[in-house]
């Protein structure tokens, strides 16, 4: 039998409360399913509320509200914290994706969240 999770875009207004929106969905009120994308792309493998099997699908309502919240302006403000503490040696490497962010180019927190679930969920996902 197929679990269904939905994501009610509407409340998706940054990352963080896209962690508690996708952890109260696999895992009711209060229920974790990572807080960065390491561990969200761990716990689409199976445990962690989601069936070993992989069977389920995330239906993700709404998703052009979700697109617009976590879209380039997110996405700058991410990479800034990350800028802020990455090694030297990637320095410029997250400057310059937080250059193209700010320019309003490249991936955004969006895409990174649907790539991971495309990628360790293939087929899971549906934006509705």
């Known amino acids: 039998m197929t ?3 939905v994501i009610p875009g509407a ?17 009711g009120p209060d229920g974790y399913f990572g807080r960065n994308l ?9 445990g962690y509320g989601t069936p070993d ?11 052009e509200l979700s697109r617009r ?5 997110e996405t700058a403000r ?11 040696v990637n320095r410029a490497y997250v400057q310059g994706q937080l250059d193209e962010a700010e320019a309003g180019r490249g991936s955004t927190v969006f895409d990174w ?7 360790r969920a293939p087929g899971a996902l549906r934006l509705l």
């Not at 390491?38 to 199976?46: K, P, Q, S």
């Not at 099997?53 to 998703?63: G, L, Y």
């Not at 919240?69 to 302006?73: D, K, R």
């Not at 969240?113 to 990628?119: G, K, N, P, Q």
């Open 3 to 5: 679990v269904t999770y």
């Open 11 to 27: 409340e998706v207004t940054d990352l963080e409360r896209f962690w508690q929106v996708m952890g109260e969905a696999v895992n």
């Open 69 to 73: 919240a976590l879209g380039h302006q």
């Open 38 to 46: 390491d561990a969200f792309a761990d716990c689409l493998g199976g």
């Open 78 to 88: 991410r990479l800034r914290l990350r800028l802020a503490r990455v090694p030297e």
């Open 113 to 119: 969240l649907t790539d991971i679930i495309d990628e």
């Open 53 to 63: 099997d992989r069977d389920f699908v995330i239906e993700w309502r709404d998703h």
